[in-house]
């Protein structure tokens, strides 16, 4: 369990899944709806794919000022995927701590790993799809990828699905979309009540009472 002394103020949330699950419509449905929501967005030095926006998908930059980035410290988390760089900016964390709001991370199982080392009171949520064959038709259903890359993709999602329920506070099976959603909006609710991130200055209970007659 968590003690409560490791606990800071704000929440640190880390969403993941293997491609397909339906993690990032989950994200962006919890960023609407929970208040003082703020999502992170990734550095990475990969190019834009399809409708890809800088500054709204990805911060897209090249490699020199990746490795800058490093050296200044400005990131919670970062690694290597696939040949290109990623990154979580620590902003993120800075900001959900001063403003005791809800920082959602979009990334991979080494990611949440990474950034849990840091932060032990970040809370990491896995989304499963509701079976394998399920994850194949919904890969399928793209119409984007080669049998081959399905099956790396297939391979790949194994991989991270074993990691993430070895090493996950919470999973989230989304086989209907607005159940998922409602137990990942449980979680973010229950662990904002969690006793050592709740706001008690109110109650000015820093100075005793005086006794009476004293
Ligand atoms: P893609 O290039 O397909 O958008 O992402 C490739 C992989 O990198 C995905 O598994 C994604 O979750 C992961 N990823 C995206 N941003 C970050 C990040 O900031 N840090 C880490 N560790 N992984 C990330």
Redesign the pocket.
Known sequence: MTEPSLLQPGLLLVLSAPSGAGKTTLAHRLLKEVPGGIFSI?I?T?RPRGKEQDGVDYHFVDVSTFQEKIDRGEFV???E??G?F???PQSVVDEARARRGVAIF???V??GQAIKRKHPDAVLVFVLPPSMEELERRLRDRKTDADETIRRRMLAARSEIERGIASYDYIVVNDDFERAYQDLRSVVVAERCRRGRVDLSMLKLEKPPAEPGR
């Open positions: 990734s990475t990969r988390e970062w690694a995927v696939h290109h990623y990154g979580s979009d990334i991979d080494q990611g």
